[in-house]
């Protein structure tokens, strides 16, 4: 059985840094193809950082700001966020997708402050 279990996130001022971690349990985070998505109220959840064995991808928002990285002995995937802006604030969810299905961390909150 998959499960992503997320930590990190916060309260932090803008120009600020937080990070996160999503670590994978039930299979190896390499047959994955990771990536981060945020979400604010009344919203859809959008894209922000994705992580293949092809490379790293981001947002144009947060190019720049943000790294997406994973450690396979910790089967873990890390988004780093720095120069925080107060419209990054939303719910951060990871998630992981297989072959046959997709599955998803817990959410955190991040709220930036100005």
């Known amino acids: 059985q998959v499960q992503l279990v997320q930590s990190g996130g916060g309260l932090v001022q803008a120009g600020g840094s937080l990070g996160l971690s999503c670590e994978v349990s039930?299979?190896?985070?390499?047959?994955?193809?990771m990536a981060w998505y945020r979400q604010t109220p009344g919203k859809e959840r959008d894209f922000v950082a994705g992580?293949?064995?092809?490379?790293?991808y981001y947002v144009e928002a947060v190019k720049g700001r943000f790294t997406i990285s994973v450690d396979n002995a910790k089967n873990t995937m890390f988004l780093q966020m720095n120069a925080l802006k107060p419209e990054d604030t939303a719910v951060y969810y990871c998630?992981?997708?297989?072959?046959?299905?997709?599955?998803w961390g817990q959410g955190t909150q991040v709220t930036v402050s100005s």
């Open positions: 992580i293949s064995p092809g490379g790293t």
């Open positions: 039930g299979r190896a985070i390499s047959s994955f193809r």
């Open positions: 998630t992981a997708a297989g072959n046959s299905a997709d599955y």
